[in-house]
């Protein structure tokens, strides 16, 4: 049995539906939030992090093991991509106190090769 691609174009809107639902509802409660029965939210701390533009792409293992912060982390403070990889150029952001004074690339060999765990 083969799934037509209109199928998935409908699934797809049906899943952006809800989405747009749940942000709405979202809304509504945060902004009324005592006739909801909430009371006394105190945000959290914004996450502060350095960002280091990266000269060559650089695998998250390798940010992990210089910045000893795990991976699930840095992810958490990337999300603009995903999977364990950034390109060439990505502005990658660091727990704050972790780029070691760089603000540069990091990641790259003498000869700009791609870092450890990378594929050129």
């Known amino acids: 049995m083969r799934i037509s691609g209109n199928f998935e174009r409908a699934s797809d809107s049906a899943e952006t539906a809800n989405y747009v639902r749940i942000i709405l509802a979202m809304t509504i409660v945060s902004k ?15 996450i502060e992090y350095e960002t280091l533009k990266l000269e060559c792409a650089v695998n998250l293992g390798l940010i992990s093991d210089l910045t000893e912060t795990p991976v699930p982390e840095l992810q958490q403070l990337n999300l603009r991509c995903c999977g364990v990889r950034r390109p060439e150029g990505y502005d990658l952001h660091v727990p ?10 990091t990641g790259c060999g003498a000869s700009g090769e791609p870092g450890y765990g990378t594929r050129a």
Do not use: C, L, Q, V
């Open 32 to 46: 009324n939030a005592p006739e909801y029965g909430i009371y006394d939210i105190t945000p959290e701390r914004p």
């Open 96 to 105: 704050k106190g972790m780029a070691g004074g760089r603000t540069d690339g």
